[in-house]
Structure formats: C-alpha cells, structure tokens
C-alpha cells in the first residue's frame, strides 16, 4: 500500500504554531499515559483492599521486574519512532514504511525472548529484590502471568510509536483507553470478587494489554493504514534494522539502567519490612502519576523535534523545547506545593493503615523536590532523544541512575541512617547531575547532527 503524506494517520508538526503543536501533541500523550498509570494502579489499589500488604507488595515486586522488561520495550521503540518521525520530515515516505515494518517484526521476536528468559530466571530475580517472604509466591506469580503477555506489550509500544512518529496521537490514546476499560473491568472481576490476589491483577493487565494491540491492528488494517497486520508483510529490512538498533540499544540500556535503578532502591526499602514496601510501592505509584506531564511533554518535545530536524528547522526545534521547559514548569510547582503540604491526605487515599500511611508521607515528602528539577532536564532529554542523539541518552542515565541515585541512596538511607526519607531524596539529587550533562549538550549545539544524515 502506498504512503502518502496525506494520509489521515499522518500530522505535519513541521507547520503551524509551535506552542499549538506542543499542547495538541501532549495532551492525547498525556491522558494515554494517565489511562495506562490507571490501569496499573488499580492494581495495588484493589489489590490493596481486598487482598492486603503481602498482596500489593508481591504486586509492586513482580511489577518492577515486569516495568524493567517493559522498559527494553520502550527504549528498543524509540529508535523507529525517531527515525519514521525524521524521515517523515524529510519526506522519505518509503524509508519510513520499511522502518515500521522492521520494528513490528523485531518486537515480536524479541518479547518472545525476553519472556522466556525472566520466567527461567524469575525465582532468581525475586531472590536479589529481598521480596519479604510472605510476599514472593505472590510475585512469582505475577511475574510469570505477564510474561505471558509480553509479546502484546511489546507491539502495543511498537504501533503506538509508529503512530506517534507520524504525528498522531490520538489513536494511541483511543487504543489504550479501550484496555483500561478492560483491565478496570477484570480487576474488580478477579480480584474484588474471585479473589484471586495478585494472579487476579496480572491476567487483567495482559487481558488489557491483548486487548489494545488485537483492537487496534483490526482498526488499522481495515482503516487503510500503510501496514495490514497479515503474517507476510512482517518482514525485517537489515539497513532499517541496523538503524533502529543504532538508535533503539542505547535508549534501551538507558531505559534499563533507570529501571535497574529503581530495582535497587526497592532492595533498600525491602530491608525495612512489608509496611514500608507497601508504603513505597503506593507513593511511588502516585509520584508515577505527578511527573507524568512533564514525561508528556518531554516526549512530544521529541516527536515534534523530530520532525523539525528531518526538515532541517532547527531554530524551530530548539524553541519547541522551550517552551515545553515553561508548560512543564506551569504544571510541577504547583503539584509540588500540593504534595509537601498533604502527603498524609495523598496517602490516606491509598490506604488505611496508619503504618502505611506514615512511611509514605516520608517518602513523598523526599521525592517531591524532584519535580522542580524534572521540567529542565526532560525538556533537555526530549531535544536529545528527537535528534537521535540516544548515546547522549544512555550516558546520561548512566550518570544519574549508577553514579548518583544508587550510591546516594545507599549513604543517605544506611550511612547517615535517614531511612526511607534519604532514599526518596536521592532521586531528585541524581536529576541535578542529569540536568547538568543534558544543559552542556544543549549548548554544544550537537543536536543538529541529525540521525537520517548518519544512515
């Protein structure tokens, strides 16, 4: 089927209002993040009331291993993502099919792959977290149950960045809109009333996420997508493959290391028993919830960056990142001033234990000095990503994720014996260290070299 640059799944953000492009780009961006969070928290809040702390912390475990894979996922998508979005920009319509029909296929393969290898290792894993011991069989099982759906996971990723790439994000919002709906459903269904515990909270996020990848290729196919979703049009093109790993590795050992990050932290909140677990598992998710504008922002920052750099508009590019610093600022601080005034009302939300409720005070109240660092560095991280610059990326994240927020953690928490107070707060220590190297970046002017002109 051939493209074209009018088709209906396609948004030229080389034209038009920058700060118009950026609100419309984001705010779809946004509330598919918002859905897709939702549907994860529902997780821990229903498990939460129905099953108890062992459950949720089993849940947030057995989630961390499953978000870590999921991160390779993402970071993998990135690569074609940029490059459609580039060469949609230069209007290389051609190349830019090949690339979506070579990211499609390679996630397949993939996820099968990595599902099999984390249910190998999945016991062995759970054991390095020091999942307290009436939480594991409730992780294990959670794990093993997503793996399963891995594969679904990894082309939602797949199509929803393709689309991106082409400027629309609408669909993908559509689309995961419909597994919420889903996975809210088998929640209250599996858990509330089967009781099924962490089990429950697993077939329902791969049931909703088989469910947007099935509905969404049936609509596309029969929508006149350039892509059918027939087992003969996935086929690998080594030079795009090539290019997507050039682009795709980086982002995902970045992705990685964030994750593996954050899995370390875990490790260390572990230690202090299921209350704390709980605690930090519940908080963690709601903060999920607080950065995810900025997130938005910084994605579309990339997409519509993208496009701009393929056409060769950089004064265009570098003001879309300016002005997603002032929108991501516009909404932090007062999300700020929020959580360090009522972090004992945020967490009564989520739970009725007191024990709960006062270790997650703590940790909001360490955490939320991120949100005045985060609108700077994203924004900064955005311009990187949509040039293709995701060596730039991954060292970054290798300085803030290894170099920082672990070993700042571990000295806070043990060495200065702040507990899960210094834990929360070296997260917004690391963000420093990355707003630093991505604002030297910045200046340096390297962004201009874009992917496309390396192929």
Known sequence: MKVTAESKFQNDLTQGSVAKNLIRFAMPFLLSMLIQQSYSMADLLIVSHFAGEASVTGVNNGG???FF??????????????LIGQYFGAKKMEDMRKTA???????????????????????????????????????????????FGLPFIFMYNAIAGILRGMGDAKRPLIIIAIGSVV????????????RLDAAGAAIATVAAQAGCVIVSAIYLAKSGFFFDFKPKSFVIHKDKLRAILRLGIPSAIAQVAVNLSFLLLTVLVNRYGVYV??????????????????????????????????????DRALKTMKIGIVLSYAIS??????????????????????????????????????????????????LATGAGHTHITMINTFITSVALRVPTALLLSITFDLGLFGVGLSVPIATVGAMIFLFIYVLSGKWKNVAINRN
Request: glycine content about 8%; some cysteine.
């Open 101 to 147: 029909s070579t990211l499609l296929t390679m996630m397949i393969l993939f996820s099968i792959v990595m599902a099999a290898l984390f249910i190998v290792l999945g016991e062995t894993l759970l054991g390095l977290l020091q999942v307290p011991e009436e939480s594991l069989s409730e992780a294990w099982i959670y794990l093993v149950i997503c793996m």
């Open 64 to 66: 961390q291993l499953t």
């Open 183 to 194: 996975s809210a459903a088998l929640n209250f269904l599996l858990v509330g009333y089967f």
């Open 277 to 314: 677990a709980a605690a930090a598992g519940l908080s963690g998710r709601f903060n999920g919830f607080i950065i995810m504008p900025v997130i938005a922002i910084s994605s579309s920052i990339s997409m519509i960056c993208a496009q701009n750099l393929g056409a060769g508009l950089f």
């Open 333 to 382: 601080i007062p999300f700020f001033i929020f959580v360090m005034l009522y972090p004992d009302f945020i967490m009564s939300l989520m739970s009725s234990s007191e024990a709960v409720i006062d270790a997650g005070e703590i940790y909001l109240r360490a955490i939320a000095w991120d949100y005045l660092l985060v609108p700077l560095s994203f924004s900064f991280f955005g």
């Open 69 to 82: 894979v999921t991160a390779i996922a993402i970071g993998i998508s990135v690569g074609g993502t940029i």
